[in-house]
Structures are given as C-alpha cells and as structure tokens.
C-alpha cells in the first residue's frame, strides 16, 4: 500500500515539473485593424494588377467578417458555416447589408515561420517562436487564396466591388481572416 503511495507522489512531482517550463515567447500585440488593412491592401494590389477595380470596404460588410472570424478563433474551426450553423448569407443579411451576390473567402494560419525548441537531457527548456511579420502575413493570406481555384475566382470576381475583413487570434497562436465581398 505504501508503495503505491510513493509512485502516486512521484507522478505528481513529475507532473508538476513538466508545468514549471519557461512559456513559450509571446507573439508580438498584432494589431487586427492594422492586418485588416494590410491583407486589404495586398487583396486590391492584385485585383488591380488584373486590371480589375480595387473593392470599396463596407463597415457592414466588415462587421459580418469580424464576427465571423472571432467566432471560428474561439471554437478553433475553420468554415463557412458559423458555430450556430450560421451561413455567409445570413450573417452578411444581420448586418442590414441586400446583396444578389456574395462571396466569403476564410484563411488560417500561423502566426509563426518556425519554432526553435532548446533541449537538454532529453526534456525541452525552451522554445523560441519566429514570428512572421504583419505585411508577411497579409501576403500568405492572399497568396493562399490564389492559389485556392474558389477563392481566386470569389477574390477576382469583376461583379463583387464591396468588401469586408475581419481577422482574430486564437490560443493556439494562430490567426483566421475572414473576407466577405458582395455586389453592390
């Protein structure tokens, strides 16, 4: 009986160890508005470059985006469809916004190019995240969604002129931007 207790304690301190390891670094404070901006601006960038109108930000439509967005970072999905079976559609109609065409492109990914990870005796002692720049996320961004056949055709769409972006952060140091476009 004695014995068992000594493992139980053992386990427990073994446990406990693992908790005391230094935290990884904190991601820089991005700052969603900016990278709102930022994924904007490289999204009109190749829009024009295609001979194409840049879009027109729509606070309604940017609303619906951020709502979107926030609501995939906390329950850590990716979709179209919100965590109340909500569509683009729908959400986009809460906003007051009457579109006869819509679309919705969504992204997520890392906030980090890499992680360096310390080791010593077997056991990490620290990790070193690289974290990747605000302009060099809004181009993966976009870079992503042209190289999606869906998204690139919702992104080049001449018909689609009004857009909307949301962008939130996730526990797991990741990021989710949501873009809503529709005609006007």
Same mark, same amino acid.
């Given at each position: 009986?004695?014995y068992?207790?000594?493992?139980?304690?053992?386990?427990?301190?073994?446990?406990?160890?693992?908790?005391?390891?230094?935290?990884?670094?904190?991601?820089?404070?991005?700052?969603?508005?900016?990278?709102?901006?930022?994924?904007?601006?490289?999204? !009109?960038? /190749?829009?024009?470059?295609?001979?194409?109108?840049?879009?027109?930000?729509?606070?309604?439509?940017?609303?619906?985006?951020?709502?979107?967005?926030?609501?995939?970072?906390?329950?850590?999905r990716?979709g179209?469809?919100?965590? !109340?079976?909500?569509?683009?559609?729908?959400?986009?109609?809460? /906003?007051?916004?009457?579109?006869?065409?819509?679309?919705?492109?969504?992204?997520?990914?890392?906030?980090?190019?890499?992680?360096?990870?310390?080791?010593?005796?077997?056991?990490?002692?620290?990790?070193?995240?690289?974290?990747? /720049?605000?302009?060099?996320?809004?181009?993966l961004?976009?870079?992503?969604? =042209?190289?999606?056949?869906?998204?690139?055709?919702? =992104?080049?769409?001449?018909?689609?002129?009004?857009?909307?972006?949301?962008?939130?952060?996730?526990?797991?140091?990741?990021?989710?931007? /949501?873009?809503?476009?529709?005609? !006007?």
């Amino acid at each position: 009986m004695r014995y068992g207790s000594y493992v139980l304690v053992g386990l427990v301190l073994l446990a406990s160890m693992a908790c005391v390891l230094p935290l990884a670094d904190d991601p820089p404070d991005y700052d969603e508005e900016h990278l709102e901006r930022l994924v904007l601006e490289a999204v !009109n960038r /190749t829009r024009r470059s295609r001979g194409l109108r840049a879009f027109a930000l729509d606070r309604r439509l940017t609303e619906a985006a951020r709502a979107h967005s926030r609501d995939l970072a906390q329950w850590g999905r990716t979709g179209h469809s919100g965590s !109340n079976g909500s569509t683009p559609a729908e959400r986009i109609r809460q /906003t007051g916004w009457v579109a006869h065409q819509l679309a919705e492109n969504i992204y997520r990914g890392s906030l980090y190019a890499y992680v360096t990870r310390t080791i010593e005796t077997g056991q990490p002692v620290h990790e070193e995240y690289h974290w990747e /720049t605000p302009e060099r996320l809004a181009r993966l961004a976009v870079d992503g969604w =042209m190289s999606s056949p869906g998204h690139r055709t919702n =992104m080049l769409d001449p018909d689609l002129q009004m857009a909307g972006l949301g962008v939130a952060f996730d526990a797991e140091h990741r990021w989710v931007v /949501t873009l809503d476009m529709a005609s !006007n």
